[in-house]
């Protein structure tokens, strides 16, 4: 199979990283309620330009795009008000002013907005629903690589490697050798999730040895786990599946009357 432009295009735009700006409600739900979204009030965020940054203003070349800001923030969300702490670093953003004439702003500056990029969360952000029916070792493992997400892709490339070597282990408890082999083990039993778990193996694998990971190719890993976790746990899946089985074995309905 052959990559074309137009997987390269689909592939490049995994993304779980999210820019917000100052007074609006970002992208992320809260991690207490989990249904509320969290809010980036001015009153509860402290930008500074950095000190590089501050420097490279002298150059004649300066343009609003070299800047650089670090920021910590009090998300605050806007169901339960619970706080989530959020650390990262931030840039200006030009915003092409689309309104009436009498109203344009005078100098060019006045078009540029600071955008934020979370580094860290605290308590940690989930990037996909886990769902409940889960084993607690693999939700623990994938909220560590939620941690770990947002500041280094190829860590939390590697917490989603663990998280596989469990899930392999509940699809397939006699699974032995190396991962590989273990994910090869479920290839016969469990035909709708093994392509992409390997797919999840080889990426994981990069992010353990390569420390090459890119936000992309964790994107991809997130998503692809997500489908797989439904398809295994959700209970009208898991439900469907037992009955199908129970079925299968008794070679018709399962109730006689
Ligand atoms: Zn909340």
Known sequence: MSLTPDDYE????????????????????CPHCKSGSLVCNEEKVNIEETPNSKIERADECWEQEWARYSFNAN?????????TFCVGIGNLEFYPYN??????????E????????PVYFEPSIEIFEIPKQCPEKITIELNNAFKLAFSDFSAAGNRIRSCLELYILELNPGAAGSLHSKVESIKQSEPSVYELLMAVKWLGNEGTHEASLKEYDLAF??????HCLKITYTSNQSEL?????LINSNRGSIIKI
Not at 15 to 28: A, D, I, L, P, R
Not at 75 to 83: F, M, N
Not at 241 to 245: C, Q
């Open 10 to 29: 689909v592939y490049i735009n995994y993304k779980f990283v999210s820019k917000f700006g100052v007074n609006s409600k970002t992208n992320y739900a």
């Open 75 to 83: 998300l605050i969300c806007d169901k339960c008000k619970e706080s």
């Open 99 to 108: 309104g009436p004439e009498e109203n344009a702003p005078s100098r060019i």
């Open 110 to 117: 006045e078009c540029y907005a600071i955008e934020l990029s």
């Open 221 to 226: 890993a997130f998503t692809a786990l997500q």
């Open 241 to 245: 599946k037992k009955l199908a089985s």
